[in-house]
């Protein structure tokens, strides 16, 4: 993911690689820790109720993304140097346990781990266990 994004920074498509960014780092997160979002679930309320302490760094560095992608989400500027934000994705993927999963061999784990509805954009009510 942080090489598409810095592609489309390259090309100076800022918001586009923001939201591209935000959305991947989501799905991966449900991905690693096999959740399940409701349907009503905002990326919000996901902040809010859906991480957990026991994730880690991830806990915090989602959330940092996460005020970057909101302005852009919903047409404002972008809020701060750009190489913040690449700063952040990258401790992302390289300090928290989302990185694992593009790993050759990876199997996520927790309670839906089987499930088909564990992956964007399928959701439902319970939080999985980290892996």
């Known amino acids: 993911m942080v090489e598409r994004t ?3 920074l390259a090309k100076g498509e800022v ?3 923001i939201r591209g960014a935000f959305r991947a780092a989501f799905h ?5 820790y096999s959740l399940t979002v ?8 996901f902040m809010t109720e859906l991480l957990r302490p026991d994730m880690g760094k991830l806990a915090t560095l989602l959330p940092e993304l996460y005020r970057w992608y909101e302005p852009v989400r919903y047409g404002r500027s972008v809020p701060g140097d750009v190489h913040a934000f690449v700063e952040t994705l990258e401790r992302l ?6 990185g694992t999963i593009y790993r050759r061999g990876y199997q996520p784990s927790g309670p839906n781990a089987d499930s088909p509805f564990t992956s964007w954009p399928y959701r439902s009510n319970s939080p999985g266990s980290p892996p």
Do not use: K, W
């Open 28 to 32: 991966d997160t449900v991905r690693a």
């Open 6 to 8: 810095r592609e489309l």
């Open 38 to 45: 409701p349907v009503a679930c905002t990326d919000r309320r």
């Open 15 to 17: 918001a586009a690689a």
């Open 93 to 98: 993927y390289a300090e928290t346990s989302i």
